[in-house]
């Protein structure tokens, strides 16, 4: 079985910190994506990844950046976190690069900046 | 960029009965997945089904792509049945991205 993890279920941050959101997947999946989930708006793309040192961006990428390092890791980062970037944060890994590959999520963290 | 749409937004039903979830998209896709957000977070795939039928246990899918819809039945609902079901697609002239539907939110009543 696929398995996705991420480094935190729940997360409370302060205004202007850093976060590091971590993703790790067990499958050798080259595409890696992370999602934000806020109610009425469904999931919306921040960036995702092809390959190792590679990324593009999503939908909604301000704010935000990433890094992967290593193919099965995929780091998400808030660089001075703001009250708007409260939500819900899914990470999902596919195999091969087309676009008939089903994803596979992680369990979410839920990010809670005051 | 693709428009996805999905209906009821909401949904309440008794356990035992069946329900059909409808997915619309506004341009032609070649990659279409429905997934179950259970209550504690996790989504799972259920089906990948850019066209045709599919059928897994209670569950089945029939994406019509000529007429840009797809339909999640559910047969026999159950309690576990209840959370978020979300619709996504590729666009086929797009660049390869999953762009998700709002979701229908089912409740299964004991």
């Known amino acids: 079985d696929v398995k996705v993890t991420q480094s935190s279920r729940y997360l409370v941050k302060r205004t202007g910190e850093k976060v590091f959101l971590e993703c790790v997947q067990d499958?050798?999946?080259?595409?890696m994506f992370w999602y934000r989930q806020d109610p009425g708006l469904g999931l919306r793309l921040i960036y995702f990844?092809?390959?190792?040192?590679?990324?593009e961006k999503g939908d909604i990428p301000e704010g935000y950046s990433v890094s992967r390092e290593k193919k099965e890791r995929f780091s998400l980062i808030l660089e001075s976190a703001s009250t708007n970037q409260t939500s819900m944060y899914l990470c999902?890994?596919?195999?091969?690069?087309?676009?008939?590959?089903?994803?596979?999520f992680g369990p979410g963290t839920r990010l809670l900046v005051l | 960029g693709i428009q996805v749409e999905q209906s009821p937004p909401d949904l309440i039903l008794q356990e035992g009965a069946n329900s059909t979830l409808r997915c619309n998209f506004s341009?032609?896709?070649?990659?279409l997945q429905w997934f179950h957000q259970n209550p504690w977070g996790q989504l799972i795939n259920l089906f990948y089904?850019?066209?045709g039928t599919k059928q897994n246990g209670r569950l089945s899918a029939t994406t019509v792509a000529t007429e840009r819809y797809s339909l999640l039945y559910i047969s026999s609902s159950q309690t576990t049945d209840s959370g978020v079901y979300f619709c996504?697609?590729?666009?086929?002239?797009?660049?390869?991205?999953?762009?998700f539907g709002t979701g229908t939110r089912l409740t299964i009543i004991p």
């Open positions: 990844s092809y390959d190792v040192k590679m990324k």
């Open positions: 999902a890994s596919s195999p091969s690069g087309g676009p008939d590959e089903t994803q596979y």
């Open positions: 089904i850019p066209s």
């Open positions: 996504a697609v590729v666009s086929y002239f797009g660049n390869e991205k999953l762009t």
């Open positions: 341009d032609s896709v070649n990659n």
């Open positions: 499958m050798d999946h080259e595409n």
